[in-house]
């Protein structure tokens, strides 16, 4: 049982470029969640999804972008990575939102040149 | 402003000693708090999720604790190991507003278990 992967794990791409973080969980588990974290910050929150076709921006969405067309997967789009959004990415589930306990994938690291 | 944070920064032990890492919150309306281990180049894993009314919660030689009148948790580790090399986050649950509970995260403590 996979559970909760992310791909690809590092990736290191030029400023202005489109990138593309994979998430892909075997739980179907109804949340998904996308955070970054970065020296200094703790975890935030970028955006999260209640179930297929629902997102919702959640603390720090600009300069992203997802979608989620099955349950499975949530993509989550750099549309013209800036050098500010080098970080750790790291993609969550969680069965039901709420007080439901939160899983979190491996993480990718993004390196924005 | 919601906010969370931990103490200390950073924490030197020995192996086999104990350990306490504490945890402030300001998040209202409180609906849990969890305490997570993340190992480098890991994503962080659960290690207690405890609720209002739970003072205490142990899982193995984890155990937190949780005044929710001070909103203050503590993080106790007892004989540590080697393995036990780690941040620790302290994660606070709004209650009610999203309907995903919103989680409110610490910077972490760094734990470093030498031999």
């Known amino acids: 049982d996979a559970g909760i992967t992310q791909s690809p794990r590092y990736k290191i791409t030029e400023t202005g470029r489109q990138v593309t973080l994979m998430c892909h969980q075997t739980?179907?588990?109804?949340?998904m969640f996308w955070y970054r974290q970065d020296l200094g910050h703790g975890l935030r929150l970028i955006y999260y999804s209640a179930a297929a076709d629902i997102t919702d921006k959640g603390e720090v969405p600009d300069g992203y972008v997802v979608s989620r067309s099955k349950t499975e997967n949530f993509p989550l789009t750099l549309e013209s990575a800036t050098r500010s959004q080098t970080s750790v990415y790291f993609c969550?589930?969680?069965?039901?939102?709420?007080?439901?306990?939160?899983?979190f994938g491996p993480g990718t690291r993004l390196t924005v040149t | 402003k919601n906010q969370v944070e931990q103490s200390p920064q950073s924490l030197i032990i020995l192996e086999g000693k104990n350990c306490t890492l504490q945890c402030n919150y300001t998040v209202s309306p409180f609906s849990n708090l969890r305490w997570y281990k993340q190992d480098t180049g890991r994503g962080p894993v659960s290690l207690t999720i405890?609720?209002?009314?739970?003072n205490t919660k142990s899982n193995g030689r984890y155990t937190a604790t949780l005044d929710a009148d001070t909103k203050q948790s503590s993080l106790h580790i007892t004989a540590s190991q080697l393995s036990d090399s780690a941040s620790y986050i302290c994660?606070?649950?709004?209650?009610?507003?999203?309907?995903?509970?919103?989680?409110?995260f610490g910077q972490g403590t760094i734990l470093t278990v030498h031999p």
């Open positions: 994660v606070v649950s709004a209650a009610g507003g999203t309907s995903y509970g919103k989680l409110t």
């Open positions: 405890m609720t209002f009314s739970e």
């Open positions: 969550a589930t969680n069965l039901a939102g709420g007080s439901y306990e939160q899983y």
């Open positions: 739980w179907s588990h109804s949340y």
